[in-house]
């Protein structure tokens, strides 16, 4: 029979493309979102490129309000569920901290309170790189001393702490958190893709609204780091890779007898500079991309790698994509939706 699993924040980017996996390896989805910062088009999506329409729920609601959630736990019989339902803005974390912590806090806690009541023991936690103290020394280790340095990454640190004593309280609970490093890639169809809300934070976003004419450069944040070219390394990883991610770490916990608690990074493991991704995207679009160099960017650091041995050594994780497919899917998708899922 198939394995049925509760996705939360199953319409954002991550989410999306695990769900995708998921259905492609024959598991029964159900998603909860409250499409904040997502759209109903995302469902119809996957059903489309997944042609699993009869495996995939969808309901759209939110997890603070505990009696919605109850009646589909009621509803469906989970095996698992991973949890990705949760705001992730940095600047707006600063701004609006009690909006960040009211948020993620009080929808994990019920959807905890849920799978105890129900005895859904097997869970996966989207968490961050984020939570990582800022060390000179890469890479960033699984052991390594936490110290998140703003609202949002606290909350992810708080919720691993909170999972963490939820393991200690009682040995049915098989938890995973997932450390993530920096996202990237669409999935092949051209149809799925990360669709952020306003001008995007984030550096390949930007690139790709520049390349398609949406906006009119990209800000380079700074070239006077310690690094070979001045900007910062960071760790990308195509988001197919971190679907396959989330559902090796569900294979791990289905396979084990015992309780087990384990916070893993996800990456892989290279470290590429702004320029270094800048010009890669150039030669996939195959025109150059106009930049400004500007300020450093608060709170930014000059390096951010994951040691990936764990996920190799507990889950038999590999990064399968370099940086050059990475940035034709992503393309690929900015190209074919330049407006994302608002132009329909
Ligand atoms: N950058 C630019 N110009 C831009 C955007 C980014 O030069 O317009 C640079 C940044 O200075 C940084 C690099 O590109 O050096 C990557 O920046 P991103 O914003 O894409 O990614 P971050 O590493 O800052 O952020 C990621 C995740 C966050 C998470 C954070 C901390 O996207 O969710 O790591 O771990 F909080």
Redesign the pocket.
């Known amino acids: 029979m198939k394995k049925s699993l509760l996705v939360t924040g199953g319409a954002g980017y991550i989410g999306s493309h695990t769900v995708l996996d998921l259905l492609e390896q024959n598991y029964e989805v159900v998603i909860v979102d409250d499409l904040s910062n997502s759209s109903k088009k995302v469902i119809d999506t996957i059903k489309k490129i997944s042609q699993k329409e009869d495996s995939l729920f969808f309901y759209q609601l939110d997890l603070k309000e505990y009696a919605k959630l109850e009646k589909v736990f009621e509803e469906h019989h989970f095996d698992g569920v991973i949890h990705f339902a949760g705001y992730?803005?940095?600047g707006e974390s600063v701004m609006n901290p009690l909006m960040y912590y009211e948020n993620n806090f009080f929808s994990t806690i019920n959807l905890l309170k849920l799978m105890k009541k129900y005895k859904v023991f097997n869970f996966v936690f989207s968490s961050?790189?984020?939570?990582?103290k800022n060390v000179p020394e890469m890479p960033f280790h699984e052991e390594n001393p936490l110290g998140a340095?703003?609202p949002?990454?606290r909350t992810k640190q708080f919720i691993e702490q909170i999972l963490k004593d939820l393991s200690y309280s009682d040995d049915h609970w098989k938890i995973i958190c997932l450390r993530?490093?920096?996202?990237l890639g669409a999935d092949k169809s051209g149809d799925l893709g990360e669709d952020p809300n306003g001008v995007?934070?984030?550096?390949?976003?930007?690139?790709a609204q520049v390349a398609v004419g949406k906006l009119s450069h990209?800000?380079?944040?700074?070239t006077d780091?310690d690094t070979p070219d001045g900007?910062?390394?960071?760790d990308y990883v195509h988001v197919n890779d971190l679907a396959y991610g989330h559902r090796k770490a569900l294979e791990f916990i289905f396979s084990q007898d015992k309780g087990l608690y384990e916070a893993i990074n996800l990456g892989s493991g290279r470290g590429y500079?702004?320029f270094d991704?800048l010009h890669s995207f150039e030669e996939v679009v195959g025109k150059a991309i106009p930049y400004k160099v500007?300020d450093?960017?608060p709170?930014?650091?000059?390096r951010?790698l994951a040691d990936i041995s764990k996920a190799d050594q507990l889950l038999g994780f590999k990064p399968r994509s370099d940086i050059k497919e990475m940035c034709q899917d992503t393309w690929r998708w900015q190209k074919k939706h330049p407006n994302g899922f608002s132009e329909e």
């Open positions: 992730k803005a940095v961050s790189a984020t939570v990582y340095a703003n949002y990454g993530y490093f920096n996202p995007p934070n984030n550096l390949v976003p930007y690139i990209l800000n380079v944040f700074g780091y900007t910062c390394i960071r500079s702004v991704i500007t450093r960017r709170g930014d650091i000059a951010s």
